[in-house]
């Protein structure tokens, strides 16, 4: 289950580059900078878990 | 803006780090130009591996931002067969991005054409959307290159099935007008 990806903005953006570029030109998506995580985390091939800061 | 760039030259790493961060920041805002291009090669020729990964990063992202120089080429080139997957990733990247600054040769063509046999999908899905940007921006391409895509397209993953679809098609089009 992935939960939380490192590249998604708090605004619900993606930044990563290369996943837009992909997510637009390849992927053509129509909304290519914004990430929904229950539509997007578990097809995006750029999902990286966001590592949990150590307390 | 010159005191980054005066920090990328040094040698302290410490200190070669801590302006690359800034100038990520920078780049990320379109808030610099080709007077990066310069201290960034020469960061690729003396810095550590880390630094040398998020400098081609930079390189790609000026790119995006339409700011292409020849220079640029052959400091990606070098990552094009580089031991991390994420490295050659990269290089296909800015290879892609800076030919939407107009900028690209036969030798990256050629390094581009070679990624597609990558061990690695992200690094062959990647050299295929920039092979399909060479076609577009710069009208270049290669008959080594549609055999491969097209044994590609027959890939069960979807991710390059797609990826080399996006390059045959800008390939059969040729050069966009007006690029």
Redesign the interface.
Known sequence: MRTRCLWRAADGRCSNCKAKRIRLDVLKLPDYERCEPERDYEECEFFIEKPVPRS | MKDVLEGLRSKDMEEASASLYELEGLLRRSRVGAEAIGPLCELLSHGRDEERARAI?CL??LG?NKIGDPRAIPAVLDFADDPSAENR??SA?AM?ELAGAGVGDDASLSALIDMLDDLD??VK??A??SL?RYAQKLGKSDARCIERLEIMKGSSSS?LR??AE?ALELIEQGPSEGI
Do not use: L, T
Request: charged letters at 20%.
């Open positions: 990063w790609g992202k995006q990733e990269n990247w892609g999908d992200h899905a990647m295929s959307w399909g991710y797609k990826s996006f």
